[in-house]
């Protein structure tokens, strides 16, 4: 095994002794890069819509790696055809939740901000060189690697988040009861695959995307696939043509590649991406 | 503090972690990796509980892709499926369908036990059995045919059987049974493809090198969602044309979403893609940018032996009647779009010229087919780097069972009518329920299928139905297969198949890569309830019937396998094969330019090598059906049966090449633009034109009915997969807007849909993606049994259930359109015509 990996092996044990201490902590892996500077990694993914051919393994990924009940998506692709024939169009567009950095003055996203049951406890989040990054968890949370996560033992399954996402991102799961309120459900949503990135390996959409076309990575590491495509297409400046709903203010951490200007045709043809659509996943 | 779930699984997940890494790939720029690999011994565990889960490496059977793949299971019960990241075909990915495996597999309406009708046929009502007494019937049955010496009147009809699945069952229990009875379902799929290549290539299957290749043109391929060879194709596609800019043209009636990613979408009127394509060949002999290298090994004309300047003054004649602006006419395909197209294609080396259903389940698809051949030759972009090349498949060395084998006897049923198809090379198999009610050629007293649905897979599903059902047309009906769906329903005996997770096969997929991979199937789980692989059933039937196969299941034949193919031997035999699931040689050469090869002089000094002068062939009369070598001689290569087996070589300007080897027909070793085989049948020889006879007389309000596939489902076989219908369970019928206004249909009218075989009620879906003058209505969908999700109804035999059902939210199911499309083969190569059929629309 190379030096990266006992590195993240000793890091993987410091986080599970963080744990066990009662703290929520993030075990990264990570890079010499990411090491050198100590800071948490800054997780974002991108969809590169020159790639997407629409064809759903994503969505049946998500599906199987965490056994999503019918009617629910925490992934799911529209399809839009715009244009007149002989002209016409079909584009393409994946949907997960957008891990939402919050806007500027607060930086809290608008599903935690609506969450009664935060904030509750107080975490340490353990960078893969030993810092520690304090942060407040709750029933709906966001680690200071950026992931905006869920715990159900905390979850009074109030609904609230899922109405306060501007996106529809969230949705009741109707095989869970909430933790604190046996009467409800609880919620479901994308977490970036936590399971998995916390063990070093991307979310099982990234894996499974015969085309390439999901990118996830640390913004904090220059060399990561990610930090380069961001810089390469200027992602975080034009923030307002990559990503959905810029007007929520909610600054997501999903960026779409879209040289075809499909958000804007999507848009314009029928679908907001707002909570209002059904998070359905339809091939028409 | 209260703690949940999810962070006590944190911790054991933490404190698992610190024992083994969760992947071998770690470093480089980023450290996360994709797959768990598998050979660096990986781990992957529970969202869940945090468990470590098993990972099995396995292949997957949803498509005849068969990509690898790793089963992941936890507690025994498989939890997740992904690519195996070790194979160079599916460098690590599946597709939604492969994904969705899990779902073959728990399917709550499967059936587990071997059932036995007991009310009338079709009627639904059903007897478990034990598989002593459903073997005890059967073996009684097959014996008493093979000892009257008809053992043809058992017929077999598969719909996929692969690899070592054909070997067991076809090459040894149905050879050694003694019926060649023996029905398959390409005439279906894309039998038109497979016979043209047999007449202009040899062998078929054709490999488009998309890793090498600077332009693509598409005549009727939904490549990057539903190819044959879907997941290693489409990816190297979508790499070629996001990093290095590869322009791909699509001529479809439909935006696919292949035509939808395409650099431009070429709407184009069915049956019409061979019109482009000759026009295109027209265009680029005229401006001489043909490969004056590659027509040395092209036959163009009757004589074999005609200079290049002759054979390209043949094509050239031929050629000038297909203009550009004759293809607008046909095809409405702009003449200035033909003309740059066939230009840039010429121009741009190497070029790939695909093609797929779209292009040939049409009258004559088997000449379009040969268009698009002759497209790909005359530029010389055939079994080149980039090019459209000759499949690579991993050769497995298998036992074959007894030496001693009978006398296989057929009834001629598998092959259509007598005298109405040239070559049907890979059968016409939507004409056997036809031709046993014809009854001329006689009638099979069993017929068993495997992996097929007759009922549902052909056109004029009603008549299907009734002939399945007629028990004066055929006594006993066996159907293998794990669910219960339409001609399941029909049948008298159900053997339980396992789903294909619970199952052993070796196989030999085509690899994109040109060097071939070597890849096992096994199983994930044990097969659940009492099924049993068909594969170790005919193990077992062998030996009731007295004719021992020499291995008794299909483990012990994979494991045989294994150490008799001489590659995989070597790499470790049958124990590496189970730990790694593929094997390639490493060091193995892409193969190319297989043509090119000299024959050893010494090959053509072996006993029974003759020279046919009329050909240029050398060959081996003893392989062939000829009695003597002056019997071979007078009659000559090409009207000796079965004197392809004894190919040797082609002999061109005074050389002995390799050539293009035949197979199935007894072209020679060129290149066969110019068919002596098609016009010995009254066909045109050089690839032609020859219009659709009802579109010829259709009136103005008739609309041309097409089919097509989506990328969430396998054609007929996936409807109660849950994850996949709950994307696609239903299938309006797109109809152009400005048509639909013709027609006063708006969108989310019912309509009715009527051709010469029947009428459906669907739904209009009114859009821009269609070519006006067409409808266009997916298959997939429509069921009537299946079970719970595809149909709506709980299969009468469904031995499981799932909490799931309860949130099944949705409850249209489709309309399938096969009822109103007519059996009917393209009479060159027994092609189901399934783009072909003339309908009138209107609103309900």
Same mark, same amino acid.
């Given at each position: 095994?190379?030096?990266?990996?006992?590195?993240?092996?000793?890091?993987?044990?410091?986080?599970?002794?963080?744990?066990?201490?009662?703290?929520?902590?993030?075990?990264?892996?990570?890079?010499?890069?990411?090491?050198?500077?100590?800071?948490?990694?800054?997780?974002?993914?991108?969809?590169?819509?020159?790639?997407?051919?629409?064809?759903?393994?994503?969505? =049946?990924?998500?599906?199987?790696?965490?056994?999503?009940? $019918?009617?629910?998506?925490?992934?799911? +692709? !529209? *399809? %839009? +055809?715009?244009?007149?024939?002989?002209?016409?169009?079909?584009?393409?567009?994946?949907?997960?939740?957008?891990?939402?950095?919050?806007?500027?003055?607060?930086?809290?996203?608008?599903?935690?901000?609506?969450?009664?049951?935060?904030?509750?406890?107080?975490?340490?989040?353990?960078?893969?060189?030993?810092?520690?990054?304090?942060?407040?968890?709750?029933?709906?949370?966001?680690?200071?690697?950026?992931?905006?996560?869920?715990?159900?033992?905390?979850?009074?399954?109030?609904?609230?988040?899922?109405?306060?996402?501007?996106?529809?991102?969230?949705?009741?799961?109707?095989?869970?009861?909430?933790?604190?309120?046996?009467?409800?459900?609880?919620?479901?949503? #994308?977490?970036?695959?936590?399971?998995?990135?916390?063990?070093?390996?991307?979310? @099982?959409?990234?894996?499974?995307?015969?085309?390439?076309?999901?990118?996830?990575?640390? $913004?904090?590491?220059?060399?990561?696939?990610?930090?380069?495509?961001?810089?390469?297409?200027?992602?975080?400046?034009?923030?307002?043509?990559?990503?959905?709903?810029?007007?929520?203010?909610?600054?997501?951490?999903?960026?779409?590649?879209?040289?075809?200007?499909?958000?804007?045709?999507?848009?314009?043809?029928?679908?907001?991406?707002?909570?209002?659509?059904?998070?359905?996943?339809?091939?028409? | 503090?209260?703690?949940?779930?999810?962070?006590? *699984?944190?911790?054991?997940?933490?404190?698992?972690?610190?024992?083994?890494?969760?992947?071998?790939?770690?470093?480089?720029?980023?450290?996360?990796?994709?797959?768990?690999?598998?050979?660096? /011994?990986?781990?992957?565990?529970?969202?869940?509980?945090?468990?470590?889960?098993?990972?099995?490496?396995?292949?997957?059977?949803?498509?005849?892709?068969?990509?690898?793949?790793?089963?992941?299971?936890?507690?025994?019960?498989?939890?997740?499926?992904?690519?195996?990241?070790?194979?160079?075909?599916?460098?690590?990915?599946?597709? @939604?369908?492969?994904?969705?495996?899990?779902?073959?597999? !728990?399917?709550?309406?499967?059936?587990?036990?071997?059932?036995?009708?007991?009310?009338?046929?079709?009627?639904?009502?059903?007897?478990?059995?034990?598989?002593?007494?459903?073997?005890?019937? $059967?073996?009684?049955?097959?014996?008493?045919?093979?000892?009257?010496?008809?053992?043809?009147?058992?017929?077999?009809?598969?719909?996929?059987?692969?690899?070592?699945?054909?070997?067991?069952?076809?090459?040894?229990?149905?050879?050694?049974? /003694?019926?060649?009875?023996?029905?398959?379902?390409?005439?279906?799929?894309?039998?038109?493809?497979?016979?043209?290549?047999?007449?202009?290539?040899?062998?078929?299957?054709?490999?488009?090198?998309?890793?090498?290749?600077?332009?693509?043109?598409?005549?009727?391929?939904?490549?990057?969602?539903?190819?044959?060879?879907?997941?290693?194709? #489409?990816?190297?596609?979508?790499?070629?044309?996001? *990093?290095?800019?590869?322009?791909?043209?699509?001529?479809?009636?439909?935006?696919?979403?292949?035509?939808?990613?395409?650099?431009?979408?070429?709407?184009?009127?069915?049956?019409?893609?061979?019109?482009?394509?000759?026009?295109?060949?027209?265009?680029?002999?005229?401006?001489?940018?043909?490969?004056?290298?590659?027509?040395?090994?092209?036959?163009?004309?009757? *004589?074999?032996?005609?200079?290049?300047?002759?054979?390209?003054?043949?094509?050239?004649?031929?050629?000038? %009647?297909?203009?550009?602006?004759?293809?607008?006419?046909?095809?409405?395909?702009?003449?200035?779009?033909?003309?740059?197209?066939?230009?840039?294609?010429?121009?741009?080396?190497?070029?790939?010229?695909?093609?797929?259903?779209?292009?040939?389940?049409?009258?004559?698809?088997?000449?379009?087919?040969?268009?698009?051949?002759?497209?790909?030759?005359?530029?010389?972009?055939?079994?080149?780097?980039?090019?459209?090349?000759?499949?690579?498949?991993?050769?497995?060395?298998?036992?074959? /069972?007894?030496?001693?084998?009978?006398?296989?006897?057929?009834?001629?049923?598998?092959?259509?009518?007598?005298?109405?198809?040239? !070559?049907?090379?890979?059968?016409?198999?939507?004409?056997?329920?036809?031709?046993?009610?014809?009854?001329?050629?006689?009638?099979?007293?069993?017929?068993?299928?495997?992996?097929?649905?007759?009922?549902?897979?052909?056109?004029?599903?009603?008549?299907?139905?009734?002939? $399945?059902?007629?028990?004066?047309?055929?006594?006993?009906?066996?159907?293998?297969?794990?669910?219960?769906?339409?001609?399941?329903?029909?049948?008298?005996?159900?053997?339980?198949?396992?789903?294909?997770?619970?199952?052993?096969? !070796?196989?030999?997929?085509?690899?994109?890569?040109?060097?071939?991979?070597?890849?096992?199937?096994?199983?994930?789980?044990?097969?659940?309830?009492? @099924?049993?692989?068909?594969?170790?059933?005919?193990?077992?039937?062998?030996?009731?019937?007295?004719?021992?196969? /020499?291995?008794?299941?299909?483990?012990?034949?994979?494991?045989?396998?294994?150490?008799?193919?001489?590659?995989?031997?070597?790499?470790?035999?049958?124990?590496?094969?189970?730990?790694?699931?593929?094997?390639?040689?490493?060091?193995?050469?892409?193969?190319?330019?297989?043509?090119?090869?000299?024959?050893?002089?010494?090959?053509?000094?072996?006993?029974? =090598?003759?020279?046919?002068?009329?050909?240029?062939?050398?060959?081996?009369?003893?392989?062939?059906?000829?009695?003597?070598?002056?019997?071979?001689?007078?009659?000559?290569?090409?009207?000796?049966?079965?004197?392809?087996?004894?190919?040797?070589?082609?002999?061109?300007?005074?050389?002995?090449?390799?050539?293009?080897?035949?197979?199935?027909?007894?072209?020679?070793?060129?290149?066969?633009?110019?068919?002596?085989?098609?016009?010995?049948?009254?066909?045109?020889?050089?690839?032609?034109?020859?219009?659709?006879?009802?579109?010829?007389?259709?009136?103005?309000?008739?609309?041309?009915?097409?089919?097509?596939?989506?990328?969430?489902?396998?054609?007929?076989?996936?409807?109660?997969?849950?994850?996949?219908?709950?994307?696609?369970?239903?299938?309006?019928?797109?109809?152009?807007?400005?048509?639909?206004?013709?027609?006063?249909?708006?969108?989310?009218?019912?309509?009715?849909?009527?051709?010469?075989?029947?009428?459906?009620?669907?739904?209009?879906? +009114?859009?821009?993606?269609? =070519?006006?003058?067409?409808?266009?209505?997916?298959?997939?969908?429509?069921?009537?049994?299946?079970?719970?999700?595809?149909?709506?109804?709980?299969?009468?035999?469904?031995?499981?259930?799932?909490?799931?059902?309860?949130?099944?939210?949705?409850?249209?199911?489709?309309?399938?359109?096969?009822?109103?499309?007519?059996?009917?083969?393209?009479?060159?190569?027994?092609?189901?015509?399934?783009?072909?059929?003339?309908?009138? =629309?209107?609103?309900?």
């Amino acid at each position: 095994m190379s030096e990266n990996v006992a590195l993240s092996r000793r890091k993987m044990i410091k986080g599970a002794g963080a744990l066990a201490l009662g703290a929520a902590a993030g075990l990264a892996p990570i890079s010499k890069a990411t090491a050198a500077r100590g800071k948490a990694p800054r997780w974002a993914f991108i969809v590169d819509l020159r790639r997407c051919t629409g064809c759903r393994t994503c969505t =049946v990924a998500c599906k199987a790696e965490m056994n999503t009940p $019918l009617g629910a998506f925490r992934a799911a +692709v !529209y *399809d %839009q +055809v715009v244009g007149t024939f002989p002209k016409t169009e079909k584009h393409f567009l994946p949907r997960l939740c957008n891990h939402c950095e919050g806007n500027k003055e607060d930086g809290i996203p608008p599903c935690i901000k609506d969450c009664p049951e935060y904030p509750k406890d107080r975490r340490q989040f353990i960078t893969p060189e030993g810092k520690k990054i304090r942060y407040r968890g709750g029933a709906t949370y966001k680690r200071p690697d950026g992931m905006v996560l869920y715990e159900n033992e905390l979850c009074t399954g109030c609904g609230k988040c899922i109405k306060a996402c501007p996106y529809g991102a969230r949705s009741w799961d109707k095989l869970l009861i909430s933790g604190k309120d046996s009467t409800k459900n609880g919620i479901a949503k #994308c977490t970036f695959c936590q399971h998995r990135v916390d063990n070093g390996v991307v979310p @099982s959409c990234v894996n499974m995307c015969p085309q390439k076309a999901r990118i996830f990575g640390d $913004l904090n590491d220059p060399n990561s696939q990610v930090s380069k495509l961001v810089k390469e297409f200027g992602l975080l400046e034009n923030r307002d043509k990559n990503t959905l709903l810029p007007k929520e203010n909610t600054v997501p951490m999903l960026f779409y590649i879209d040289p075809r200007g499909a958000l804007m045709k999507m848009a314009n043809a029928r679908k907001k991406f707002e909570k209002e659509e059904a998070w359905v996943d339809q091939i028409t | 503090m209260k703690r949940d779930i999810s962070r006590r *699984d944190l911790i054991k997940l933490g404190a698992a972690s610190a024992a083994v890494m969760a992947t071998g790939k770690v470093g480089g720029s980023s450290a996360l990796a994709g797959t768990v690999d598998l050979a660096a /011994g990986g781990k992957d565990f529970s969202p869940q509980t945090g468990a470590e889960r098993k990972m099995i490496p396995s292949a997957c059977w949803s498509c005849v892709t068969r990509d690898s793949m790793i089963g992941f299971v936890e507690d025994g019960r498989l939890v997740k499926l992904e690519g195996n990241p070790n194979s160079i075909r599916g460098r690590g990915k599946i597709c @939604s369908k492969g994904a969705s495996g899990i779902n073959q597999l !728990y399917d709550p309406d499967r059936i587990l036990y071997p059932m036995k009708r007991v009310g009338k046929r079709g009627e639904g009502k059903w007897k478990r059995i034990s598989w002593d007494e459903a073997l005890t019937d $059967l073996a009684a049955r097959l014996k008493k045919l093979r000892d009257e010496g008809h053992p043809e009147k058992f017929m077999f009809h598969y719909g996929r059987m692969k690899a070592s699945s054909s070997k067991i069952i076809k090459s040894v229990f149905l050879a050694n049974y /003694g019926t060649k009875t023996i029905g398959n379902h390409t005439s279906i799929c894309e039998g038109a493809k497979w016979t043209a290549q047999e007449l202009t290539w040899g062998k078929h299957y054709d490999n488009w090198d998309f890793d090498n290749t600077k332009f693509v043109l598409n005549f009727g391929s939904g490549v990057l969602e539903a190819h044959t060879n879907h997941i290693p194709t #489409c990816q190297r596609l979508g790499d070629a044309m996001v *990093d290095r800019g590869v322009k791909m043209y699509t001529f479809d009636v439909r935006l696919s979403n292949t035509a939808a990613k395409s650099t431009e979408w070429l709407p184009v009127k069915p049956g019409t893609d061979g019109a482009i394509a000759l026009a295109m060949c027209n265009v680029i002999m005229q401006a001489g940018l043909y490969d004056k290298e590659f027509f040395k090994f092209i036959r163009a004309t009757k *004589d074999p032996n005609a200079s290049t300047a002759a054979k390209v003054a043949a094509l050239k004649s031929h050629l000038a %009647q297909y203009t550009p602006e004759w293809a607008e006419k046909v095809s409405t395909v702009p003449a200035a779009k033909i003309k740059s197209l066939a230009l840039e294609f010429a121009k741009t080396k190497p070029a790939c010229v695909i093609s797929y259903r779209g292009a040939v389940a049409h009258y004559h698809g088997a000449d379009t087919e040969r268009a698009v051949q002759m497209l790909a030759a005359i530029t010389g972009n055939i079994d080149n780097p980039g090019g459209r090349c000759r499949a690579v498949g991993a050769k497995w060395k298998y036992p074959k /069972g007894p030496k001693k084998k009978p006398k296989a006897k057929a009834l001629k049923i598998a092959q259509g009518f007598p005298g109405t198809i040239a !070559y049907p090379t890979h059968g016409a198999n939507h004409q056997v329920l036809k031709m046993i009610k014809d009854g001329r050629a006689g009638r099979p007293e069993v017929y068993m299928w495997y992996c097929y649905t007759p009922v549902y897979a052909n056109g004029e599903c009603q008549e299907n139905i009734d002939i $399945l059902k007629d028990e004066s047309l055929i006594p006993f009906t066996v159907c293998v297969n794990a669910y219960y769906d339409e001609s399941a329903a029909l049948a008298d005996m159900i053997l339980p198949n396992p789903s294909y997770l619970e199952w052993w096969d !070796y196989e030999d997929m085509v690899s994109p890569t040109q060097v071939p991979e070597y890849y096992i199937r096994q199983p994930l789980v044990k097969p659940l309830g009492e @099924s049993r692989d068909f594969k170790d059933v005919v193990c077992d039937l062998a030996n009731r019937m007295g004719f021992p196969l /020499g291995f008794n299941s299909a483990e012990e034949f994979v494991k045989m396998s294994c150490e008799k193919t001489p590659a995989v031997k070597a790499a470790g035999g049958f124990e590496y094969m189970k730990k790694h699931g593929v094997y390639h040689d490493p060091k193995a050469k892409p193969k190319y330019y297989g043509y090119k090869k000299a024959v050893k002089p010494d090959a053509l000094k072996k006993d029974g =090598v003759i020279f046919d002068k009329a050909t240029g062939v050398y060959w081996n009369w003893h392989k062939s059906k000829a009695k003597s070598e002056a019997e071979a001689k007078e009659k000559g290569y090409t009207k000796t049966k079965n004197a392809y087996k004894g190919y040797i070589g082609q002999e061109i300007g005074g050389k002995v090449y390799a050539g293009f080897k035949p197979d199935k027909v007894n072209k020679s070793g060129y290149f066969e633009v110019y068919s002596e085989l098609l016009e010995m049948k009254k066909f045109p020889a050089l690839p032609s034109y020859v219009p659709i006879p009802e579109h010829k007389k259709m009136s103005a309000n008739d609309l041309i009915l097409t089919t097509y596939k989506v990328p969430v489902h396998i054609h007929s076989r996936s409807a109660n997969c849950k994850w996949l219908t709950e994307i696609y369970h239903d299938n309006p019928a797109m109809i152009n807007t400005r048509t639909a206004k013709r027609l006063g249909i708006k969108d989310g009218d019912k309509i009715k849909v009527k051709s010469e075989a029947g009428e459906i009620t669907t739904t209009a879906n +009114v859009t821009e993606a269609v =070519v006006p003058g067409v409808v266009a209505i997916s298959h997939h969908v429509g069921h009537w049994e299946y079970g719970r999700y595809a149909s709506g109804k709980k299969s009468p035999l469904a031995a499981g259930d799932d909490s799931d059902f309860k949130l099944k939210w949705w409850t249209k199911k489709g309309v399938h359109p096969n009822w109103i499309i007519p059996n009917k083969p393209d009479p060159i190569s027994g092609q189901q015509r399934w783009m072909d059929t003339v309908v009138k =629309v209107r609103k309900a």
